[in-house]
């Protein structure tokens, strides 16, 4: 069921491609062999900033790359000269994937694989199933993404490193005193030189470490004195024992810090905070200027997402415009199109009257003929004589008119020949002119009772 809906969305779908059956059957064909794959209908925006809809078949495309399987997501964008020009291929990475630029795909993800290539100079052969193919081999031998590094702790969340340890022998009685707090501002300070690590509260957070450009070989200093408790009670004033040194050093192995890992100059400005000390006796640092380059790049993805904004707008503008005006003509053609269908429908019930008609006289001449081949060829006499009595009568008359038409005729030659003379011509003329007055009388006679009178009219009337 979900395979004959997709072909009948397909269809649909390629109907505005002017070879529609040859993208539809190869979309179907390559949807048929990777099941991972699914068609979508979206606008395209090209290098130009023209947009245009056009069929898209997205999904992920298996690969084995070292004996391993793997699925790159991809998009390929049928344009509307297919199949004489070939698909727009783009590798569609995931938030934890990264394109890896290479010969024959850029940053953008864009494919121009050398199957790509031939079909732009030669397109016979070529299909969108056989592209998929030749995409699923070259991304098994170089597969165009890999996996997004993570990002390691930052410095300002690491622990800080343990206290070096001190050879003072300590009391088998007690144990030392937990250290004391910090005083507020502390003028001057007892600590011997070298690496000294920092006493604070159990309650306040560590204050990481300066970095380090190289690192620390271990160093023979003193270590780090035991101190005493206070020696006032009052919370103002903090006094402290002064420090007792062993008699001889002893050799510490101070832990070797970590560097920080290096800024990237498309992270953002928010890990500053990060470095600050605990303590609240010193003033905040200032605030580190902004990226200029980080806030050019963004500027420049600020304009870019304006740009490709305002250029879709206008598009479908454009398009909501056509449409309207579609719409409006649509409109305002339904009165001359009903008028149009009422005209054809009258027309069409003429036709058929007209058709009814010729259906009934073809049918009265095919009885006809049948009739007349079932009585056979008439006799000689009967085509020269009348079926009735009147008829003959008629035509003896009319018989008789024409051959005393062409007697007068030829007496007429006869006298202008000198072959008789005028008395006899006058004469003959006279009684043949009488008889034929006589005659065609009697004709009009017989044709007027014949019109008037069907029941003696003749079968051939």
């Known amino acids: 069921m979900s395979s004959s809906i997709t072909q009948r969305w397909l269809r649909q779908a390629v109907q505005p491609y002017p070879h529609n059956q040859r ?270 380059e980080l806030v050019r790049l963004q500027s420049e993805v600020h304009h870019k997402l304006n740009s490709e904004l305002n250029s879709l707008s206008q598009a479908l503008a454009t398009d909501a415009e056509r449409l309207r005006a579609q719409q409006t003509d649509l409109l305002a053609g339904e009165p001359a199109i009903k008028d149009e269908m009422a005209r054809l429908e009258a027309v069409q019930d003429v036709c058929r009257n007209v058709a009814n008609r010729t259906r009934q006289a073809v049918q009265q001449a095919e009885s006809n003929i049948a009739e007349l081949r079932r009585k056979g060829d008439p006799e000689v006499d009967e085509l020269v004589c009348a079926t009735s009595i009147v008829h003959n009568q008629l035509i003896n008359l009319i018989a008789d008119d024409n051959a005393i038409e062409d007697t007068i005729y030829h007496l007429h030659r006869a006298l202008n020949a000198g072959r008789i003379d005028l008395e006899r011509f006058l004469r003959a003329t006279r009684l043949l002119a009488e008889e034929q007055f006589m005659k065609r009388a009697l004709i009009e006679k017989i044709q007027s009772s014949t019109m008037s009178s069907p029941s003696i009219a003749p079968d051939w009337a």
């Open 23 to 292: 993208v539809f059957s190869d979309t179907d064909a390559t949807l048929a062999r990777w099941n991972t794959l699914r068609p979508k209908s979206d606008v395209y925006t090209f290098d130009d900033g023209r947009t245009q809809l056009l069929l898209c078949v997205h999904g992920l495309l298996p690969i084995n790359y070292r004996q391993a399987s793997y699925n790159i997501p991809v998009a390929v964008w049928i344009t509307r000269d297919y199949p004489r020009l070939p698909p727009i291929v783009y590798v569609v990475p995931t938030n934890d994937m990264l394109v890896k630029p290479g010969k024959y795909v850029d940053v953008s993800g864009r494919c121009n694989i050398e199957y790509i290539q031939h079909w732009e100079r030669k397109d016979e052969g070529c299909s969108l199933s056989a592209l998929c193919e030749a995409l699923q081999d070259h991304f098994s031998r170089e597969p165009p993404v890999y996996a997004k590094p993570t990002v390691n702790q930052s410095y300002a969340d690491r622990p800080p490193p343990p206290l070096p340890l001190s050879s003072q022998p300590q009391s088998q009685s007690q144990s030392p005193p937990p250290p004391p707090a910090l005083p507020a501002k502390p003028h001057s300070t007892n600590y011997p030189v070298g690496p000294v690590q920092s006493f604070r509260p159990r309650d306040s957070p560590a204050v990481p470490p300066p970095p380090l450009l190289a690192p620390t070989l271990p160093v023979l200093s003193p270590p780090i004195p035991a101190l005493s408790p206070l020696t006032h009670a009052s919370p103002s004033t903090h006094s402290f024992a002064a420090p007792t040194y062993p008699p001889t050093p002893v050799l510490t192995h101070r832990p070797e810090p970590q560097h920080p890992p290096i800024p990237d100059l498309l992270d953002q400005d928010n890990d500053s905070s990060g470095l600050a000390g605990p303590s609240t006796s010193f003033p905040a640092p200032p605030p580190r200027p902004p990226n200029p």
